[in-house]
Every structure is written in structure tokens, then in C-alpha cells.
């Protein structure tokens, strides 16, 4: 089976590449090194702008979801954590930076009182 692992996320702040870059996050991928064909190595752009620019994340609550598909990811290991499409099959993983984390009264997460999220990664959840 063909694989890829980030190796690491950093955001750009520098002058060098065109202004839309700035604030963008990237991420490092390595693949599968025991193939007759290498896969899986890439730098993937992180556009950061539809999530700095909602206002809580309530504003990714699908059907409202852009092209990114914004969703909890299932219990167990990832519960808390959320993931949001980049590059098929990549996806960035977050988590609302909250303490303690906005409930509804039915219970589960209440995104319309997520306004901060901590970024953990970017991974194929699906691979």
C-alpha cells in the first residue's frame, strides 16, 4: 500500500512569494520510499483565508460547508478533532482551542461558539 505522513506544517510570514501567500500554511509530505515508483511527495498550500475570515466555525457547519467539507471526525483516538479537505486525500486537522470546549444542551460541540482552533496537522485520515 502506497502512503504519505506530513512531516511537518509551518506558515509563511515571509516577503518572497506574492502577498496572497502570506499567513498561508505548508505542509511537508513524504511517501512511500519502497516502491518502484515513489508516490506521495509533495508541499501542499494551506489556504488559510476562509477560516480566518469566519467568523466562528459555525460558518463551515455543513450543508453551509464550502467546497472544503468541514467535519467532526469520529470518536475514539480524534474525538474533538475536526478536518477540513486540501488536496485529495490530505486533509488539515483541528481542534477548537477552547477550555472547556462550547456544548450543546443536546449534547456534542456547538460551533457556533468555536472562535479560535488549534491546528494539529495535516494527514490522509482516510489512508
Known sequence: ???????????????????????????????????????????????MKELRAARTLMDFWPPKSPPARCHELPHGQRAGQLS????????????????????????????SKVTAVKILGVEDTHG
Do not use: Q
Not at 490530505?90 to 456547538?110: A, K, N, Q, S, T
Open 1 to 47: 500500500l502506497a502512503h504519505s505522513a506530513s512531516l511537518g506544517l509551518t506558515f509563511y510570514k515571509g516577503s518572497v512569494f506574492p502577498a496572497e501567500y502570506h499567513g498561508d500554511g505548508f505542509a511537508a509530505e513524504h511517501g512511500s520510499w519502497n516502491r518502484a515508483k515513489r508516490t506521495g511527495y509533495k508541499v501542499i498550500r494551506i489556504r
Open 84 to 111: 477540513v479537505d486540501l488536496d485529495h486525500p490530505y486533509r488539515l486537522i483541528f481542534m477548537p482551542d477552547h477550555d472547556p470546549l462550547p456544548e450543546r444542551e443536546e449534547g456534542g460541540l456547538d460551533w
